[in-house]
């Protein structure tokens, strides 16, 4: 017969076998997760300075962290920032103000206040929709919106994605307000949006953006964590789909 102090050895040696398995389970069950979405990049190709505009959609708590407000981009590529997506599910509009002056060079927090701009405080104006951390794969969703219009080409593309999945690049690389019908252009520049000939004007030229409530892009996505999602101004204004040899031979 086992003596007391058999069977409590025994015991403990089994609870320490069963320890190490769940240990081990939990560590698998992490390393196979994706890994969480970081960073936000905005970068300005453009031959002017913009004043990006990041925030978030109604009723998500916090933006993105490191948010430029009132931050200039300068032209040419020189302008580059990169944010960090708050922990947790995130979702805002990211849009590129163009002209804007400075009332003041320091608000107190060591940011520009913005004044009045030329474009991209009121319609028309591009806007670059970003979603990320959904669900529990940390699903990533992006666009780029027409539908009030257009002031800056752009174009939305993620790195650092799990293969296989489809992260394209969307948005329009094309300067519509360069090409746009005189009775549509904007009073301040930029070219109109809302009415029903102009978004078929606007799908026509640039098919991977959305240019009403109910509209998608020609190229599907089905995208999971990516370690960052780029918006870049005016990009160079080739065809969305030869963008990613461009973004890959930029400076990081």
Same mark, same amino acid.
């Given at each position: 017969m086992s003596s007391p102090l058999s069977k409590k050895k025994t015991l403990a040696a089994v609870e320490a076998l069963m320890m190490a398995f769940l240990l081990a389970l939990a560590s698998a069950t992490a390393s196979s997760q994706p890994p969480a979405t970081g960073n936000l990049t905005l970068h300005n190709l453009c031959p !002017?300075?913009?004043?990006?505009? +990041?925030?978030?959609?109604a009723g998500v708590p916090t933006d993105a =962290?490191?948010?430029?407000?009132?931050? =200039?981009?300068?032209?040419?590529?020189?302008?580059?920032?990169?944010?960090? !997506?708050?922990?947790?599910?995130?979702?805002?509009? +990211?849009?590129?103000r163009t002209g804007c002056t400075a009332v003041d060079e320091d608000d107190g927090h060591g940011d520009v206040v913005i004044g009045r701009c030329l474009t991209g405080d009121t319609p028309p104006v591009t806007v670059a929709q970003v979603s990320v951390g959904g669900g529990p794969e940390r699903r990533a969703a992006y666009s780029v919106s027409l539908v009030d219009g257009f002031n800056v080409a752009v174009v939305v593309t993620p790195h650092g994605f799990a293969e296989g999945r489809r992260c394209p690049t969307l948005g329009c690389a094309a300067d519509l307000a360069a090409e746009c019908p005189v009775g549509a =252009?904007?009073? =301040?520049?930029?070219?109109g949006g809302g009415g029903t000939s102009e978004a078929a004007w606007f799908k026509a030229r640039c098919p991977d953006t959305r240019t009403n409530a109910t509209d998608v892009e020609a190229t599907p996505q089905d995208c999971v964590a990516p370690g960052e999602i780029k918006v870049v101004f005016c990009p160079n204004p080739d065809s969305v789909g030869s963008y990613h040899a461009l973004v890959q031979s930029l400076p990081d």
């Open positions: !002017f300075p913009v004043w990006p505009l +990041v925030t978030a959609n =962290r490191g948010e430029p407000a009132g931050h =200039r981009l300068d032209g040419h590529g020189w302008g580059l920032v990169t944010l960090a !997506f708050p922990p947790g599910a995130w979702s805002g509009r +990211v849009v590129a =252009r904007g009073p =301040r520049g930029g070219c």
